[in-house]
């Protein structure tokens, strides 16, 4: 009997103008794209408010932001003790917010997957996190039949929404007026809530257990889902009920608007998506899918239809947007060869906004003394390792390289005081650090051999001289009182050692 009736229905309601078919030709042309997997059902899909229009993706206990570009995970948050619910990114697209089964609510940095705050308060497990327009305040709702609203950067709850008598799992704050909240819950009702006074304003019995509301754009109207039925309500009339459709056979568990908000996508848990006009409720399109569907999302461009099932299918449908067809009608198409065109191709293409970019690594330049060194110059090389702020490690590897040469004796003759004052620091510095000492020594023997009749004509080199020699004796008798001690112990340790063999024997 359901094959007849469905064939009626749309021979009744599918009314072939030109509209029509222009409607469906639109819808039609969002293609299946991929089927991801994930490890359990699919509890949320939100879209990111600002381009690229990444969307995060719940399932147990992680939340996935996966790319419109690629279709891969950019980003995997599975810092859950457990299942986690409604992975929402905030209007800046920087933070994500996520409840989870133990009452918890947690804010990340999704660059860095960073908790940045942790919000307790709820009891039982939290299925509705959102962000409030103005990015500071968050709205949870959980199954200790409340809703909250909590300040971010306070980490606290500011108001505590209290009516419901079940569940509330259904809620959102208003885009036009942030201090107006909407709720739905299990006890089938929806209840609009005041943030200024912290009551509830206005309360409307859907019939049927509560899964999803919306706001139109206005704050005008609402519309609730729960069981097989979407109603419409008007707020300026009181709560007057504008219109109800029931076009599916099972549960409507999530809806969404269209980038225009003059369509609206229900999901079911009869596997089929309905899209309905807003101006009479009409089914203008539907999708049948394998599996009971949980959430469904459509991109804010009108480009990608997501879904999550049961299962732990990730469903994507994609529409070509006039810029892709236009690619598409004309592949490969290269220049004639031998034209500009031909030879300056592809200069002006930046690439796709999730390609990755090999960066061209410049060329690396030889450092200024290896530069001298490949010349010869083994003066100049010492002078550059000689200025201020180079590493003591570089000047005592290239003092070495100049003994392996046999070239220090040419580096170190020739010098004037100023020139030779920088070479004498160096030694007075670094004279009695131990893995230096046996180089530096050689360096000062060669200082003197070549300036030992003039080195004390200069005041300034002679100041310098006169300080070596003094650290240097110091440093002797340091060695020879350390060789002293050294001494005594090994006569201590080789008496303890007779007398332990003296009693063992």
């Known amino acids: 009997m359901s094959s007849p009736y469905k064939k009626i229905s749309l021979k009744k309601f599918a009314v072939p103008t030109e509209k029509g078919t222009e409607e469906s030709r639109f819808w039609r042309r969002f293609k299946p794209r991929c089927s991801l997997s994930e490890i359990a059902s699919i ?11 990444d969307f995060a993706v719940t399932s147990s206990t992680r939340v996935q932001i996966y790319s419109t570009q690629t279709y891969k995970v950019k980003k995997t948050i599975s810092r859950f003790n457990d299942i986690a619910y409604c992975g929402s ?21 999704i660059n860095s997957r960073a908790i940045l705050r942790t919000m307790h308060g709820h009891n039982l497990p939290v299925h509705i996190t ?23 950067p306070g980490q606290e709850a500011i108001s505590n929404l209290k009516e419901h008598q079940d569940y509330v799992r259904a809620g959102l704050i208003s885009n036009d007026n942030p201090h107006l909240v909407l709720t739905g819950s299990y006890d089938q009702s929806i209840k609009l809530w005041d943030l200024r006074t912290n009551s509830c304003t206005m309360s409307m019995s859907h019939g049927a257990p509560v899964e999803d509301v919306l706001i139109f754009p206005g704050g005008g109207m609402i519309i609730s889902a729960g069981g097989p039925t979407i109603t419409v309500w008007d707020l300026i009339s009181g709560g007057r009920v504008v219109r109800s459709v029931s076009n599916h056979q099972k549960t409507i568990t999530s809806m969404c608007f269209d980038g225009s908000s003059s369509r609206l996508l229900t999901g079911s848990l009869d596997h089929h998506v309905k899209i309905y006009d807003v101006q009479n409720y009409d089914v203008v399109h539907s999708f049948k899918y394998n599996s009971p569907i949980l959430c469904i999302a459509l991109s804010p461009d009108d480009t990608n239809i997501v879904v999550g099932m049961t299962c732990g299918t990730l469903s994507i449908r994609h529409r070509k ?15 004639r060869v031998g034209s500009y065109k031909y030879f300056t191709r592809g200069q002006t293409y930046d690439g796709k906004q999730d390609d990755f970019v090999v960066e061209s690594k410049p060329r690396e330049h030889l450092a200024l003394y ?38 220090l004796r040419q580096a170190i003759v020739g010098r004037d005081d100023v020139s030779l004052e920088p ?8 004279i009695n650090e131990p893995k230096y000492t046996s180089i530096l020594i050689d360096v000062g023997n060669v200082i003197i051999d070549v300036y030992s009749s003039v080195i004390w004509k200069s005041p300034l080199i002679k100041k310098l001289m006169v300080s070596l020699h ?3 004796k110091m440093e002797i008798n340091l060695q020879k009182e350390i060789a002293k001690v050294i001494g005594s112990l090994e006569m201590v340790a080789k008496g303890s050692m007779s007398t332990a063999t003296t009693n063992y024997t």
């Open 470 to 472: 003094t650290k240097v």
């Open 130 to 152: 959102r962000f409030s327009p103005g990015n500071t305040q968050i709205l949870s709702c959980s199954d200790d039949k409340t809703a909250r609203i909590w300040d971010v």
């Open 43 to 53: 509890t949320s899909i939100k879209f990111s408010p600002i381009q690229p229009f």
């Open 423 to 430: 070479l004498v620091k160096f030694l007075l510095r670094w």
């Open 89 to 109: 990114i905030r209007n800046d697209a920087k933070l994500l917010v996520a409840g989870d089964a133990t009452g918890l609510i947690q804010v990340f940095d």
């Open 370 to 407: 290896d530069h001298y060194l490949k010349k010869f110059q083994y003066s100049n090389a010492l002078d550059a390792v000689l200025r201020n702020g180079t590493r003591a490690i570089l000047t005592i590897s290239l003092l070495q390289e100049l003994i392996y040469r046999d070239a």
């Open 321 to 335: 947007s006039s810029q892709e067809e236009l690619s598409v009608s004309h592949p490969n198409k290269q220049p």
